[in-house]
């Protein structure tokens, strides 16, 4: 969609400014110009697949999907939560296909059996969105060996989608992620954050720019198979993720944060369109942004080359020769 240039102004105004742009203000402005919602039932029939939706982000992403007549997958570790989300979801519409999954993309090995699992279930797999996410006081690592946030946002979605990558042929793939990987380089000297003192904050947003880097990879290799891989962030958004995990920003911004359902919109959005909207965009408020805040401490291609093979050595896929 090409902006009126007033529009086109005000939107990277709003955008520079963070307040303005990732705040409740965003869309309230935004929706005047942005593009428009998909069809009613645009999704009937189609299965999406959704991590880490017991609650926020994720739970908002699978009402949405819900709303628009998809049959949803929700994943989380806690078979409580998942039944109470599930509950949710059907209060709201009570004839809606909701499927419940115990599963942690932090473990490897169980989310390479859970993608097996799946794809026998689910043959043909519309999307997945890729929500689950963590924010450790201290560094912690999983029984493989790997430092949680880097587990979580990067090596288990890469794992899950090259394990679901048949069923997902000609479809799409979300990535939830964050404004915070504006504040990070990619650092490949040190993915799994061994050195330094450890900020759960920082790791979180590290994980966050290798994610932007990831989506233009996964685009890359993931592209003679029809799929379209994209990622968004969700702006400032009150959810637990910010409310339990930033108390103090949380607080300070409390009334201009956005809705849950605001905040998942445009995954939403990313995940049912049928706009002509590409392969390896980072979106925010149904519109693609730029990957870094200002052109400095960009990645160089050879940086790239360097995150994809770590990933693709410590989950083994895609296979070599693949």
């Known amino acids: 969609m090409v902006l009126h240039e007033a ?22 402005v935004r929706r005047a110009w942005w593009p428009h919602d998909p069809a009613p039932g645009a999704l009937t029939g ?4 959704v991590t880490g939706a017991s609650g926020g982000l994720g739970l908002a992403t699978a009402r949405g999907l819900a709303r628009l007549g998809a ?14 989300a599930r509950t949710r979801l059907l209060d709201e519409r009570p004839r ?16 390479a059996e859970f993608a097996r699992e799946l794809s026998r279930d689910v043959p043909r797999l519309h999307a997945v969105v890729h929500n689950a996410g963590v924010m450790p006081q201290k560094r912690r690592t999983t029984p493989e060996g790997h430092e949680l946030t880097l587990a979580t946002h990067v090596l288990g979605p890469h794992v899950l989608t090259y394990g679901l990558r048949e069923s997902l042929a000609s479809g799409r793939v979300v ?59 969700p702006g400032w958004a009150d959810t637990p993720g910010v409310t339990d995990s930033l108390p103090r920003f949380a607080a300070l911004t409390g009334p201009l944060l956005r809705d849950a359902d605001s905040g998942a919109d445009t ?7 049928g706009d002509a909207i590409g392969t390896g965009g980072f979106w925010h408020d149904r519109r693609r942004r730029s990957t870094h805040y200002a052109p400095v401490g960009v990645e160089t291609p050879a940086q790239v080359e360097q995150l994809w093979e770590f990933v693709r050595d410590a989950t083994g896929q895609p296979p070599a020769g693949a």
């Open 7 to 28: 529009a086109a102004a005000l939107d990277w105004v709003m955008d520079k400014s963070l307040v303005l742009g990732y705040t409740k203000i965003g869309p309230a």
């Open 46 to 49: 189609q299965h999406v697949l």
């Open 71 to 84: 049959a949803v997958h929700i994943t989380g570790r806690d078979a409580g939560r998942l039944d109470d």
């Open 96 to 111: 809606a296909e909701v499927t419940t999954h115990v599963a942690d993309v932090s473990d490897l090995a169980g989310t």
């Open 175 to 233: 990535l939830v992620t964050s404004g915070g990987a504006y504040g990070q380089r990619l650092d490949v000297d040190d993915p799994e954050y061994a050195r330094g003192d450890y900020s759960g904050v920082t790791a979180y947003a590290r994980t966050k720019r290798m994610q932007l880097v990831l989506t233009e990879l996964w685009a890359r290799d993931l592209a003679a198979d029809g799929i379209r891989v994209h990622s968004m962030h």
């Open 267 to 273: 995954a939403v959005w990313l995940t049912a369109t």
